[in-house]
């Protein structure tokens, strides 16, 4: 609104590229985020990454194991109990593991009672195709919102390693809450791209209910990664929503660790 943008741009581009990107469909997001990811569309390039988003971790984890970082996966944290030295971490069907400090980051997920903000959910549904319906790489969205998709793109003309070779793989995306069956998501997708999207194989659906978290007004960038028990939080919600804002606030969670471990 602040920019005077009205018209076919905003309704039939900006609006539903931005519900897919915020996860917000009614336009509830603080409009200072939107600039902040606007400013970040604009001055940077969109991918992924060859190998898959979990690339990402895994370079991670690499630096952290280099540095002598012990690393467990497939444990699931059930609770965090304050001992009289540091804290007693459980850990669901293993031993509990003694820890100096706690940092949460385990998202959005309620389980180890963190303060979390409300969250935005998104379903993608994922298809192969043995014919591309476009050999262009951008994401497509539906400027007459025929249905509940608002973004689709076909993955494999990005990333040719997303399917085996011949294949393609097309990703829709919808906002939750979403009821709309296959037979309506596959409807919209030969509109969108002018094809017959039966032959499409269904290969599967993901449902990310705490997809983001929400960036209502009035934005409060650098929430605090202290909690006040003493455990230390972080993830994009004491941040932005987004990756970058992860890693912010789990910079920012470490050096608070630091910092009160050297007092
Ligand atoms: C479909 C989709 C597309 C997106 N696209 C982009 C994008 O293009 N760019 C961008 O910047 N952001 C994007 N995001 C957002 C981005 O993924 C998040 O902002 C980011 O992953 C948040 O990181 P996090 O570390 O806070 O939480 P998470 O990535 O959710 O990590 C939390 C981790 O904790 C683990 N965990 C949860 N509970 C427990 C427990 N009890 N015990 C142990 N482990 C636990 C989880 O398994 C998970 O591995 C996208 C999100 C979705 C869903």
New binding site residues.
């Given amino acids: 609104d602040r920019a005077g943008l009205r018209g076919p741009l905003r309704e039939s581009v900006l609006e539903p590229f931005l519900a897919g990107?915020l996860?917000d469909d009614r336009q509830q997001t603080s409009d200072a985020f939107v600039r902040l990811l606007v400013r970040s569309f604009a001055l940077g390039r969109?991918g992924?990454p060859a190998a898959g988003?979990g690339a990402l971790?895994a370079q991670l984890a690499d630096t952290a194991r280099r540095a002598g970082v012990g690393i467990r996966l497939g444990?699931?944290?059930?609770s965090t109990r304050r001992r009289a030295r540091g804290w007693h971490v459980g850990?669901?069907g293993q031993d509990a593991v003694t820890a100096r400090s706690v940092i949460v980051?385990?998202?959005?997920?309620p389980?180890?009672d963190v303060p979390l903000p409300p969250s935005r959910g998104?379903r993608?549904w994922w298809f192969a195709a043995d014919r591309a319906p476009s050999d262009d790489a951008a994401l497509r969205v539906d400027g007459r919102r025929r249905g509940p998709i608002v973004n689709t793109a076909v993955m494999t003309n990005t990333a040719p390693t997303y399917a085996p070779r011949g294949q393609h793989l097309v990703q829709a995306?919808c906002v939750l809450p979403s009821d709309a069956p296959e037979d309506v998501v596959r409807r919209q997708l030969s509109e969108m791209w002018d094809a017959d999207t039966r032959p499409w194989r269904l290969l599967r659906r993901?449902d990310?209910v705490?997809?983001?978290?929400a960036q209502d007004p009035p934005l409060r960038l650098r929430r605090p990664v202290r909690l006040g028990d003493g455990r230390y939080v972080?993830?994009?919600?004491?941040d932005t929503?987004?990756?970058?804002?992860?890693l912010v606030?789990?910079q920012r969670a470490a050096e608070a660790v630091l910092a009160d471990l050297a007092r």
């Fill in positions: 990107v996860a969109p992924v988003i971790p444990q699931r944290v059930v850990i669901d980051a385990t998202g959005l997920d389980a180890l998104l993608t995306t993901d990310i705490g997809a983001l978290p972080a993830g994009d919600h004491r929503a987004s990756i970058q804002g992860a606030s789990g």
